[in-house]
């Protein structure tokens, strides 16, 4: 039987790909992270993180934005198991 589990993106290994369940930001920074396309169901994948750990680089429909890991523990995904 298949269901999600959902974590922060900031969890998510490098090298890995989950979907979006929800965005948990408000204001400017939620508007500007949907107007970039991440919605729920948006595949997103871990690029890489800075050496220091923050920022991490992600790709999100074909563009690479770097986030934050407080801003990106505000985004819940979800992997299929």
């Keep these: 039987m298949d269901h999600e ?3 922060p993106l900031s969890d998510l290994p490098e090298g ?3 979907r979006v369940h929800a965005l948990h930001l408000s204001g400017g920074m939620r ?5 970039l ?3 729920a169901g948006t595949r997103v994948s871990c690029i890489q ?4 750990g923050d920022p991490t680089a992600y790709r999100i429909r074909g563009a690479i934005i770097a986030l934050r890991a407080d801003d990106a523990a505000q985004i819940e995904i979800g992997v299929d198991t």
């Design 31 to 35: 508007r500007r992270l949907q107007d």
């Design 16 to 18: 890995s790909r989950a």
């Design 37 to 39: 396309g991440l919605v």
């Design 5 to 7: 589990i959902f974590s």
């Design 49 to 52: 993180r800075a050496a220091a």
